[in-house]
């Protein structure tokens, strides 16, 4: 049974940091890229950030670039967000997600969702 559950969301202060986590489990996590993917209410969703199966490659939003970052640990089957210079407009549902190509470039290109974790930002 696949599972992607995440973690490490709540609330922050505009220009603090949140990290979110998300564990895998029930597919080989190391043979997948993976993405986080926000949507905030009334909107669809975006994509934030993925990374490489390995690691070594990297993407961001230009919305979020320098200010967040993607990590894995494929040890521990997880991936994390790194949200550092949190605005108000980062308020949102998190989700992380699978990929069956690196960079996805629609819906389909995911395989597998967790269920999202709520970040807001307060100004």
């Known amino acids: 049974q696949v599972q992607l559950v995440e973690s490490g969301g709540g609330l922050a202060q505009a220009g603090g940091s949140l990290r979110v986590s998300c564990a895998a489990s029930g597919f080989t996590f190391s043979s997948y890229g993976m993405s986080w993917v926000r949507q905030a209410p009334g909107r669809e969703r975006e994509f934030v950030a993925g990374i490489s199966w390995s690691g070594g490659f990297t993407y961001y939003a230009d919305s979020v670039k320098g200010r967040f970052t993607i990590s894995r640990d494929n040890a521990k089957n997880t991936v994390y967000l790194e949200m550092n210079g949190l605005k108000p407009e980062d308020t949102a549902v998190y989700y992380c997600?699978?990929?069956?190509?690196?960079?996805?470039?629609?819906?389909?290109?995911?395989?597998?969702w967790g269920q999202g974790t709520q970040v807001t930002v307060s100004s």
């Open positions: 997600a699978a990929n069956r190509r690196i960079p996805a470039s629609g819906p389909t290109d995911y395989a597998y």
